[in-house]
């Protein structure tokens, strides 16, 4: 679960 909240994040962070 931790992955998918850390993907979640990175995401996240990509945005603009």
């Known amino acids: ?3 998918y909240i ?3 994040i990175s ?3 990509r945005l603009p």
């Open 1 to 3: 679960m931790f992955l």
């Open 6 to 8: 850390e993907d979640g």
């Open 11 to 13: 995401v996240l962070m």
